[in-house]
């Protein structure tokens, strides 16, 4: 069974850094499938903000968020993580690690698993 936790959401001003992290269980952490941090804000889309290919340097960011938002993995303990800094009140929302089956495509529609979500608040 696969499950996805994510830990590390919060509040922070404007400028601060927070780090999120998601421990996988079960087999979707293996070499050859992805894992992806989206977020969604009250009234608007869920978007991809970070893609990762679990065993591989291959990362994938939205341009909202390059050079401040970095994802990560730690393949011994089934990790991801999300380090963002410079953060922005826009980068207000909840945030949800995901997994998919094979390579990191951009629609949320095409990840199986998704954690429960962690609230990141930035206040300006």
């Known amino acids: 069974q696969v499950r996805l936790v994510e830990s590390g959401g919060g509040s922070v001003q404007a400028g601060g850094s927070l780090r999120l992290s998601c421990v996988a269980s079960g087999y979707i952490y293996s070499r050859g499938n992805c894992m992806a941090w989206f977020r969604q804000a009250p009234g608007k889309e869920r978007e991809a903000v970070a893609r990762?290919?679990?065993?591989?340097?291959?990362?994938y960011y939205a341009d909202s968020v390059k050079g401040r938002f970095t994802i990560s993995q730690d393949n011994a303990d089934n990790k991801v993580y999300l380090q963002m800094n410079s953060l922005k009140p826009e980068d207000t929302a909840m945030y949800y690690c995901a997994a998919r089956i094979g390579y990191c495509y951009l629609p949320s529609a095409l990840y199986n698993y998704w954690g429960q979500g962690t609230q990141v608040t930035v206040s300006s």
């Open positions: 990762i290919a679990i065993g591989d340097t291959i990362t």
